[in-house]
C-alpha cells in the first residue's frame, strides 16, 4: 500500500489520514509507492486510452473516480517556432485541451475522489484561476460543495466565469494569491474542509501524469522537459512521476527539468541563478501571466531539487516576450494558450539565444491553459474588428485597405 511520507525529514503517515503538512517538521508530504513490489503491465497501459487513468496503479484512488475524462492532450510538434529557433525537436502539450482547459483537472480527477474516498464532504482552494475553475467543476461533478478564494481583480475573466457557473462560492480577498492561500489553509484545519490546493500530495499525483503521456506520446524521454512555474506544483509533480518510471525502469534516465516565471515573479529562477539553498519569496509578484502571480511558491523545494538533480535550469521571460510568444503559438502553430502557458515556450527562446540549449535536444514544453481562459489580454493586444455597412462594395474597400 502507498503511504504519505515528508519530502523533508521522511516521518510517514498513512494513506487515509487528512493530511497536508509534517506534523514533527512541517514540511509538504508526498505519496510513495512500494515500486519493488508494484508489478506493472506496461503493454496493459499502452491497450487503454491516453488519459490520467491509463496510470492508475501509480495513483492513490482505489474506486471509482470522479471524473471528466481528463488527460490524453496533444503533443504538438512546433515546427515553425522551432525553425525559427533552430531547434528541429521543439514539442508542446497542450493542458489547454482539458476538460475545463488546463492541466489543474489532472490533479482534481484524483483530489475529488480521495476527498469522497477520506470521507470529506466539502471541498476548497485558493486559486490565481485556474485552480478554482477546475474545482468548481469536479465539486460539481462529485455533487459536493465548493470554496473558492480569489485574489480580487487579477484572475482572469474566463475562470471566474468558470468557478461561478460549476456552482462554487467564489470569494475575492483584498490581497494576493499567497495570502489566499494562508487564509484558506486555515480555514479547512479549523472547518474540515477538504483542501485542493498542490499542498494537496494527492492532487499532485494526478498531475504527473503529464510526464508519463509524454513518455508514451514520444514512445520515449525527453531531454529536457519545460514548465512554467507559479506554485512550482506541476514542475515537482512531473519530476516525482518520472523518478517512479525510473524506478520501474520504463526510461532510462531523466530528462533536465526546466522552469519558466515571469520576470515580476521569480522567485525560484532567482534561487536557481544565485546558487540559493532556498527561495526568497517575491513580496508583490507582478505579471501579465496572472495565473502564475505567485510570490510564495509552496512547492519550491521540491522544485529546486527537480531542476538540480537533473541538470536542469530556470530562466525568466518578460511580459512583452511572454505576449508576443502567445501571438507566436496562435498565429504560427495554430495553438491557443494563455499567457502563463506561453511562457514555457517563451523561456525556450531566452534560453535557446542565450545559448544554453543544444539543437539536437528533444524538448517538451507544457502550455498549461487555454486561449479562452483570458479574452481581455488577448482583446488587449489584437487590432478590433472593422465593422462596415452590409454591402459586398465596403467588404471589398475594407479587405483592400
Ligand atoms: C495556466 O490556479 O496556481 O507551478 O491557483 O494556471 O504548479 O503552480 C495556477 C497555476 C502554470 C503554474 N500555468 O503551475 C492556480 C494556480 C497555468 C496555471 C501554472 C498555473 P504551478
Not at 66 to 83: D, N, S
Not at 90 to 101: D, I, V
Not at 133 to 144: F, H, K, N, V
Not at 335 to 351: D, K, W, Y
Request: overall charge negative; some cysteine.
Amino acid at each position: 500500500m502507498h503511504r504519505l511520507v515528508c519530502v523533508h525529514c521522511a516521518a510517514e503517515y498513512p494513506a487515509d489520514q487528512v493530511i497536508y503538512t509534517c506534523s514533527r517538521c512541517g514540511h509538504l508530504l508526498a505519496v510513495e509507492y512500494p515500486l519493488d513490489e508494484v508489478s506493472i503491465d506496461r503493454s496493459l497501459w499502452h491497450r487503454r486510452p491516453l488519459s490520467v487513468w491509463r496510470y492508475r496503479e501509480l495513483l492513490p484512488v482505489s474506486g471509482q473516480p470522479v471524473t471528466l475524462q481528463e488527460g490524453g492532450t496533444p503533443l504538438y510538434r512546433l515546427e515553425r517556432i522551432g525553425a525559427d529557433l533552430g531547434l528541429p525537436h521543439l514539442y508542446a502539450k497542450h493542458e489547454g485541451m482539458n476538460p475545463s482547459g488546463s492541466f489543474k483537472d489532472r490533479g482534481m480527477t484524483v483530489g475529488v475522489s480521495m476527498a469522497l474516498e477520506l470521507g470529506m464532504t466539502s471541498v476548497a482552494c485558493a486559486s490565481t484561476g485556474n485552480t478554482s475553475a477546475s474545482l468548481a467543476q469536479y465539486a460539481a461533478r462529485a455533487g459536493i460543495p465548493a470554496v473558492v478564494l480569489l485574489p480580487a481583480g487579477k484572475v482572469a475573466l474566463g475562470k471566474v466565469a468558470q468557478a461561478l457557473m460549476h456552482g462554487a462560492r467564489v470569494i475575492s480577498i483584498r490581497g494576493n494569491f499567497d495570502r489566499a492561500l494562508e487564509m484558506v489553509h486555515e480555514l479547512c484545519l479549523s472547518k474540515g474542509l477538504y483542501l485542493l490546493n498542490s499542498v494537496n500530495p494527492f492532487r499532485l499525483e494526478g498531475q504527473k501524469t503529464i510526464g508519463f503521456e509524454a513518455v508514451d506520446q514520444l514512445e520515449g524521454v525527453p531531454d529536457r522537459f519545460v514548465l512554467p512555474v507559479g506554485n512550482a506544483g506541476n514542475i515537482s509533480a512531473v519530476h516525482k512521476g518520472l523518478n517512479e518510471l525510473l524506478a520501474l525502469g520504463f526510461i532510462d534516465r531523466l530528462p533536465m527539468m526546466t522552469g519558466v516565471q515571469a520576470e515580476g515573479s521569480a522567485p525560484v529562477a532567482r534561487a536557481i541563478a544565485e546558487g540559493l539553498p532556498e527561495v526568497v519569496p517575491e513580496l508583490r509578484p507582478e505579471t501579465v501571466a496572472t495565473a502564475i502571480r505567485i510570490g510564495a511558491p509552496v512547492n519550491a523545494e521540491k522544485a529546486l531539487t527537480a531542476i538540480r538533480q537533473t541538470g536542469g535550469t530556470a530562466t525568466t521571460v518578460t511580459d512583452a516576450e511572454i505576449l508576443a510568444m502567445q501571438r507566436d503559438l496562435a498565429r504560427k502553430e495554430g495553438i491557443g494558450v494563455e499567457p502563463a502557458s506561453a511562457a514555457s515556450v517563451a523561456g525556450i527562446r531566452r534560453l535557446s539565444e542565450e545559448g544554453a540549449i543544444d539543437r539536437d535536444e528533444r524538448i517538451v514544453c507544457v502550455v498549461t491553459g487555454h486561449l479562452l481562459k483570458d479574452p481581455e489580454t488577448v482583446i488587449g493586444q489584437c487590432e478590433p474588428p472593422i465593422e462596415i455597412d452590409a454591402a459586398i462594395s465596403s467588404l471589398l474597400s475594407a479587405l483592400s485597405s
